[in-house]
């Protein structure tokens, strides 16, 4: 099994804001949702960079055909322990 997460970020820098979007796999999940989107966020920061140089829109889990499975997850919720406040 495979768990997959897309990535919605723009980099921060100064000028036009361009989102982009990045496919992460986890090819061993844990089965834990929480564990396994920490796992993806720490495999995106290193292959994207530090999130000093990125800004995170949302977080989407995907099932085996590319469909969203439940809500997006953002920075902003006030319960979301994956995507760290501080920076």
Request: hydrophobic residues 30%; glycine residues 6%.
């Amino acid at each position: 099994m495979v768990r997959a997460y897309r990535f919605k970020w723009y980099p921060t820098k100064d000028g036009e804001i361009v989102s982009r979007h990045t496919l992460i796999r986890i090819s061993h999940p844990t089965g834990k949702t929480e564990t396994d989107a920490k796992n993806a966020m720490e495999l995106f920061v290193k292959s994207c960079g530090s999130l000093k140089k990125n800004t995170i829109i949302k977080i989407q889990e995907l099932d085996e055909n590319g469909e969203q499975i439940g809500e997006d997850i953002t920075p902003s919720d006030a319960e979301n322990a994956i995507i760290p406040s501080g920076r």
